[in-house]
């Protein structure tokens, strides 16, 4: 990036007020709080700081892709934080967990196309609490993931609903899946009925919610 431009973006009073910039780098996009000192220079807020500063090297700005304004909702970004760092847990292949991992931090989770933006959307569930109201159907599935084997429990009393847990094996490559992926999740529908909330199995122990009917 030239660097008088990015003084130009950083200066710009009406696109931050409070100056934090999102910085692309080497294909990797994170936040940075920046300032222009009295001389001209780029400069980087220190930690903790509104007011010190260091000027950043002109070969670091040169490296710059992208500089624009943050805009994003701190809430989200604790989401998709949140969903990153559950993902990151995983040790099985599946096509949800590596849509986790490379989720863009910039948007949201409807955006990144995590959750259809219902309200269990980041919900964790783990199978340690299912447990507690279905423990055969929980050794059951704990048995399948690791012998990567499908699985579909019967429907069993969880929380006032009925829960169920179930877990496919891609058989083949398509547009999402990869042979060998691990499709599971965990639904939890109210009682006589198909309609309630459904989360996808993000690690070996939990599940988060991305749905509901």
Known sequence: M???EAVRIIQDKTACHNKTFL????????????????????CRFKARSRRRGYALPPQTVASWTALCPYE?????????QKFIRY?????????????????DITKGCYENRLTTGCCVGGQVITLKCIERYAPCEVAAFRK???????YHS?????QGYE????????????????????????SKEFKGCLNGYYYALINDEAFIGVDKD
């Open 2 to 4: 030239d660097y008088q």
């Open 23 to 42: 910085v692309t780098s080497n294909g990797n996009t994170q936040k940075e709080r920046l300032f222009v000192s009295s001389d001209g220079s780029v």
């Open 72 to 80: 994003g909702n701190d809430t989200e970004q604790r989401m998709i």
């Open 87 to 103: 993902a990151s847990k995983a040790t099985f292949p599946s096509a949800f967990v590596r849509k986790c991992l490379n989720a």
């Open 144 to 150: 399948a993931l690791h012998s990567r084997t499908p």
């Open 154 to 158: 019967c429907r069993f009393p969880f």
């Open 163 to 186: 829960g169920s847990l179930w877990l496919e094996i891609a058989d083949h490559d398509d547009d999402y899946n990869k042979t060998g992926d691990v499709r599971a999740g965990f």
